[in-house]
């Protein structure tokens, strides 16, 4: 298995919207391992295909306690079954180091293929709610940054620019 490079804002790739996935073999399978390894390095509770540079309807979940409940979501679509909001404090493996209070809808159902391609519904709350609703974000080319003000985006891009800069 390999680490792969995980994109960070404000590059324009993670912009990207990503196409369906259509062939499931074996070197999806192993793309999907990466992400999971990928994911568990860095200490994230979600990974999408767009943050490693992979435009493909394609993430990865785990937000169990114990890192042992890995969710494998591919083509996934959602509808939201309660109007109701809440908000939770995000961060993003793509924006380092920043967090910052965003409202979703409190519950989804979610409809998604398996690594083998398989179909499969489920209903989600809580923080898998809003773990499903950040990584479909980041397939339509959307970061949590973009629900914040303008200023607090432009101040967080600088920032991270200041840093890439730095170890360049
Ligand atoms: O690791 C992550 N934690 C997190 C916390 C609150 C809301 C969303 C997330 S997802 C993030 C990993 C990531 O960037 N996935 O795209
Ligand atoms: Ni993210």
Redesign the pocket.
């Known amino acids: 298995m390999s680490l792969l490079p995980i994109l960070e804002f404000p590059d324009s790739r993670l912009r990207k919207i990503a196409s369906p996935v259509t062939v499931f073999d074996e070197k999806l399978e192993v793309l999907i391992d990466n992400m999971f390894e990928t994911m568990y390095n860095a200490q994230g509770i ?1 990974l ?1 295909a767009t ?1 490693i540079d992979v435009h493909k309807r394609l993430l990865v979940i785990d937000v169990s306690e114990n890192k042992d409940s890995p969710l494998t979501f591919i083509n996934p679509e959602f509808e939201v079954i309660e109007n109701e909001l809440s908000e939770y404090d995000e961060g ?3 924006v380092p180091g920043f967090y910052d209070t965003v409202s979703r809808p409190q519950r989804i159902k979610v409809r998604a293929q398996d690594r083998l391609g398989q179909a499969f519904e489920m209903e989600a709350d809580g923080i898998l709610a809003v773990c499903i609703q ?2 479909v974000d ?1 397939l339509e080319g959307k ?2 940054v973009d629900y914040l003000s303008s200023l607090k985006r432009q101040r967080i891009r600088k920032k991270l620019e200041k840093e890439h800069k730095k170890s360049a």
């Open positions: 979600g999408a943050q993003c493996l793509s950040h990584e980041h970061l949590f």
